[in-house]
């Protein structure tokens, strides 16, 4: 087999993984991988600005307002008035947002750091390189994209069935 069809056999088989993830996540909490992920984040401290939130995934504001908007109308999450600044809007963790958290499957990427982490330096660059040589090959370098894996659109709601 030649390297070029390996190589896209090694891609399928991340696409996939990632798939069946995001459905096993939708039966379970109703939600994306992006948004278990901004979950976590605001229950880290139980409450956080979308700024921060957006800085942290590596997304645009704009991207986190989207996010932010689903999962208030879900009632995971609520949007209040800063008692320090009141031009401030915090983003505070909900009863329901902690228990969809909670019923969550071991999300996939901390599975991934988990075991990428325990990989030496070297092996940890190389892997680095290559991922970013493929995305430039796909002509993927521009697209927007947070530190999860989750397929397609991260502003979307549930992944498509």
């Known amino acids: 087999m030649k390297r070029s069809e390996l190589s896209l056999i090694a891609l ?40 921060t939130i ?8 704009a991207t986190m307002t989207t996010l932010i908007d689903r999962l208030v109308a879900k009632g995971l999450v609520d949007r209040r008035r800063s008692e320090a600044d009141r031009r401030q809007m915090n983003i505070a963790i ?8 909670d019923r969550a499957p071991d999300p996939l990427h901390d599975r991934y750091v988990t075991a990428f982490e325990k990989l030496p330096d070297y092996e940890q660059a190389m892997l680095v390189a ?23 659109d991260i502003r979307k709601t549930l992944p498509e069935e």
């Open 130 to 152: 290559a991922l970013e040589r493929v995305a430039a090959l796909l002509d993927a370098g521009h697209l927007d994209a947070a530190p999860v894996l989750d397929l397609g």
């Open 12 to 51: 399928r088989r991340i696409l996939r993984a990632t798939e069946l993830y995001g459905r096993e996540l939708a039966r379970a909490a109703g939600l994306t991988a992006v948004q278990i992920r901004v979950l976590q984040i605001v229950a880290e401290t139980g409450q956080s600005t979308p700024k």
């Open 54 to 61: 957006a800085t942290r995934m590596g997304v645009s504001q």
């Open 94 to 101: 909900t009863p329901e947002g902690r228990a969809a958290i």
